[in-house]
Nanobody, 124 residues
Framework: QVQLVESGGGSVQAGGSLRLSCTASGYTYSRYCMGWFRQAPGKEREGVAMISSSGIQTHYADSVKGRFTISQDYAKNTLYLQMNSLKPEDTAMYYC?????????????????WGQGTQVTVSS
């Protein structure tokens, strides 16, 4: 059974940093495109970043470019999202997700396996 478990969320002040982790189990982690998404109250879920199964290709939403970095540790079956220079508008529930195909589009419809989410709150 495929499972994704996020951790690392919390409350920080604007300008601060957090590192989210997503540990995968139940499948061959290295064969999947992995992504981070977020959803703020009253808004649609949006893509934040994704990384190809090889780790060579990454893609970021314009709103986080230069501030967030996606990475993964195959030995630990873990996906990371390093978030720096956080802003109040980054406040949301953050989810990791897996896509059994190549990384083409950073959109929720293309990712079939989801974690339960971890809350990030940034205060001004």
């Amino acid at each position: 059974q495929v499972q994704l478990v996020e951790s690392g969320g919390g409350s920080v002040q604007a300008g601060g940093s957090l590192r989210l982790s997503c540990t995968a189990s139940g499948y061959t982690y290295s064969r999947y495109c992995m992504g981070w998404f977020r959803q703020a109250p009253g808004k649609e879920r949006e893509g934040v970043a994704m990384i190809s199964s090889s780790g060579i290709q990454t893609h970021y939403a314009d709103s986080v470019k230069g501030r967030f970095t996606i990475s993964q540790d195959y030995a630990k079956n873990t996906l990371y999202l390093q978030m720096n220079s956080l802003k109040p508008e980054d406040t949301a529930m953050y989810y990791c997700a897996a896509n059994g195909n190549d990384c083409y589009i950073l959109a929720p419809a293309y990712f079939g396996v989801w974690g339960q989410g971890t809350q990030v709150t940034v205060s001004s």
